[in-house]
């Protein structure tokens, strides 16, 4: 039987480290966020889309500029919700494809990490066994988001508001890492949680009738 965890947590605290060591531990990992690469590609399920709707992301070369696109989209709800309108459904696709070529391909715990777990349009969170919410210090979380995105303090704090409230995520949360602190500390929450809720599947599992 699969085990399928939900890896989520705002922008920019950590999740791909948390994701990485879920991996180590011999779990098939799917980044919700190379979906969105994928289809925004010119040959991807969303970009005619998205073209017709913001023609002026389109670079020179015919690729979606996606600092562009998210200039707009963060600085507007509205605007962010009809991206994610066109680009859930199509991103929710590719999701489940991987899902069920890992399973045919044997793994046993399989973990989706995608921002929008709980809040997106498609209802991924309700269709995983364990959520999973990784959380870091606010300015810890600023500082990384303007170093990984090279975006100035003001872009930063924009995309920032435009994340839902942590708490949503954290009434829904099964397990909480937070990876405010060292490498090493959030190494001891992820195996902790590892034994835990993986642990658990397997006994529940070993204890079905035969």
């Known amino acids: 039987m699969v085990l399928l965890i939900g890896l989520t ?5 950590g999740k791909s480290t948390v994701l990485a060591m879920l991996a180590a531990h011999g779990a098939y990992t799917i980044d919700a966020d190379q979906g ?15 073209v017709a709707t913001w023609p002026q992301v389109v670079g020179e070369d015919g690729t979606i500029d996606r600092a562009a696109l998210g200039q707009i989209v963060f600085r507007d709800a509205a605007e962010l919700a009809k991206l994610e309108e066109i680009t859930h459904p199509a991103i929710s696709k590719l999701i489940w494809d991987e899902v069920a070529e890992a399973e045919r391909s044997g793994y046993e715990v399989i973990v989706i ?30 500082m ?17 508001a435009a994340q839902p409230p942590v708490s949503e995520k954290l009434a829904r949360a099964d397990v909480v890492i937070d990876n405010s602190g060292s490498l090493e500390q959030t190494r001891v929450q992820v195996d902790a949680a590892w034994a835990k809720v993986v642990g658990q599947e397997a006994l529940s599992t070993s204890s079905l009738p035969r």
């Open 36 to 50: 969105t690469h994928r289809v925004l590609a010119p040959d991807g399920g969303a970009y005619a889309q998205v």
């Open 9 to 13: 947590g705002n922008i920019a605290v």
């Open 113 to 142: 990490d995608a921002v929008k777990l709980l809040e997106g349009r498609t209802k991924l969170g309700e269709q995983v066994d364990s959520v999973w919410v990784v959380v870091c210090d606010l300015e810890q979380q600023r």
């Open 144 to 160: 990384r988001l303007m170093a990984r995105n090279n975006l100035s303090a003001e872009q930063a704090q924009i995309r920032l």
